[in-house]
């Protein structure tokens, strides 16, 4: 059963492999400029890292998270940039201390894939953790997304996404609907935020 859920993983790995950065990560790292050495990110369910994997290729020293070993196993058999620092962590995300001294927390796609208590509980950490200057980037779910009803999962409304980031300095806020697929080629309406928020 093991073998053949990480066979699963790893053929949906296969079909983002070549798949960019996403477009929140970059935004934040751009508006932080050239990395300072030590800067520290935290990748809250990492995948097989295409979002890490450009935070090491910056310079950045990363603790990526994620609660399937295949996704981690990906991640560093991938080509890492010379001299990179990253620290895997096979866990959910929800049950992981945040690390002292971070000033990047980044989720693409995954805060959400929790029940709403631990995403809030989650959210309050992060807020908690960040350093004044250190940012948010990823993406919350909408109540008009196809998955609303899906167990495991929190989806909030925009009053709700912008009382939750009240305090924070928004440097994205963008409200996406629109029709798709996923990775696995299911068809999907996606109700998202697209964040970057700057404490």
């Known amino acids: 059963m093991t073998e053949d859920k990480s066979a699963g993983w790893a053929a949906y790995y296969e079909t983002l492999r070549e798949r960019p950065p996403r477009r929140t990560l970059l935004a934040a790292l751009d508006r932080f400029g050239p990395a300072a050495s030590g800067n520290l990110a935290?990748?809250?369910?990492?995948?097989?890292?295409?979002?890490?994997?450009?935070?090491?290729?910056?310079?950045?020293?990363?603790v990526a998270v994620d609660s399937e070993p295949e996704a981690l196993r990906q991640l560093q058999a991938r080509p890492l940039p010379?001299?990179?620092?990253?620290?895997?962590?096979?866990?959910?995300?929800?049950?992981?201390?945040?690390?002292i001294g971070l000033s990047l927390v980044n989720s693409s796609f995954a805060m959400p894939l929790?029940?709403?208590?631990a995403f809030h509980r989650v959210w309050d950490?992060?807020?908690?953790?960040?350093?004044?200057?250190?940012r948010f980037s990823g993406q919350w779910y909408g109540p008009s997304d196809s998955w609303v009803g899906r167990p495991g999962m929190t989806f909030i409304g925009r009053d709700e996404a912008l009382a939750l980031l009240a305090g924070l300095d928004l440097e994205m806020f963008e409200e996406e609907e629109a029709d798709g697929v996923t990775p696995r080629g299911n068809a999907k309406h996606w109700h998202i935020f697209h964040i970057v928020a700057r404490k």
């Open 42 to 62: 935290v990748d809250l369910g990492c995948g097989d890292g295409r979002d890490a994997i450009e935070m090491l290729r910056r310079g950045w020293q990363v």
């Open 82 to 99: 010379e001299g990179f620092k990253l620290t895997p962590i096979v866990a959910r995300f929800e049950d992981v201390p945040l690390p």
């Open 114 to 117: 929790c029940e709403p208590e």
């Open 125 to 134: 950490r992060i807020r908690e953790a960040l350093p004044t200057g250190g």
